[in-house]
Nanobody, 124 residues
Framework: QVQLVESGGGLVQAGGSLTLSCAASGRTLTYAMGWFRQAPGKEREFVAA????????AYADSVKGRFTISRVNAKNTVDLQMNSLKPEDTAVYYCAAARTSYIAGRAVGDYDYWGQGTQVTVSS
């Protein structure tokens, strides 16, 4: 049984930083992982993804250069380091896992397991 639990969300001023962490349990060490976000009234959107080892990563254009996805397989965690945060980054952030070792796609349907989400609020 795969379970994903996000942590690290909170309130931060524009220009600040936060690190989200996703603790995974179950057979996820060979799974691709991703982060998505959903703002009020909007669809869930892709943020970042990594393959099973973290050697291959992908980012949405809106966060490229500001966010970094990394995984520590020894701890079975996937982090999202977020720098230079903007008010438009405000959303619930979700961790996701896909049953593939290769980097997964950018669609919600490309992922098989989801966490409950953690709120990130960026004030201007």
């Amino acid at each position: 049984q795969v379970q994903l639990v996000e942590s690290g969300g909170g309130l931060v001023q524009a220009g600040g930083s936060l690190t989200l962490s996703c603790a995974a349990s179950g057979r996820t060490l060979t799974y691709a992982m991703g982060w998505f976000r959903q703002a009020p009234g909007k669809e869930r959107e892709f943020v970042a993804a990594a393959n099973w080892s973290g050697s291959s990563t992908a980012y949405a254009d809106s966060v490229k250069g500001r966010f970094t996805i990394s995984r520590v397989n020894a701890k079975n965690t996937v982090d999202l380091q977020m720098n230079s945060l903007k008010p438009e980054d405000t959303a619930v952030y979700y961790c996701a896992a896909a049953r593939t070792s290769y980097i997964a796609g950018r669609a919600v349907g490309d992922y098989d397991y989801w966490g409950q989400g953690t709120q990130v609020t960026v004030s201007s």
